[in-house]
């Protein structure tokens, strides 16, 4: 069993940059591969980034690839969205998802965070 606990989201104005945390119990951190996801209202929840589980090949989306950088830190247990250049369209509430392999689709992941929002100003 896992427990994920992400947090730093907020209010920036567009262009401006946050870094979200996601915090995880238990001492198998390292054996899952990581992803952020994130849902708009009315929208389906979609892929954001991945990273596997020692932290090397990320994966991201288009719309955020160059914008985002997605990290883990196994010795604490913590995985990282670093987001710069920020505009309205990420406004969202963003989930991060332990699963077994970093893939780019929600339904494999088995353990997820509670989320948190992302609101950019225009």
């Known amino acids: 069993q896992v427990q994920l606990v992400e947090s730093g989201g907020g209010l920036v104005q567009g262009g401006g940059s946050l870094r979200l945390s996601c915090a995880a119990s238990g001492r198998t951190f390292s054996t899952y591969a990581m992803g952020w996801f994130r849902q708009a209202p009315g929208k389906e929840r979609e892929f954001v980034a991945a990273?596997?589980?020692?932290?090397?090949?990320?994966y991201y989306a288009g719309s955020v690839k160059g914008r985002f950088t997605i990290s883990r830190d196994n010795a604490k247990n913590t995985v990282y969205l670093q987001m710069n250049s920020l505009q309205p369209e990420d406004t969202a509430v963003y989930y991060c998802?332990?699963?077994?392999?970093?893939?780019?689709?929600?339904?494999?992941?088995?353990?997820w965070g509670q989320g948190t929002q992302v609101t950019v100003s225009s």
């Open positions: 998802a332990a699963g077994q392999l970093a893939l780019t689709i929600p339904a494999p992941y088995k353990y």
């Open positions: 990273i596997s589980r020692s932290g090397t090949s990320p």
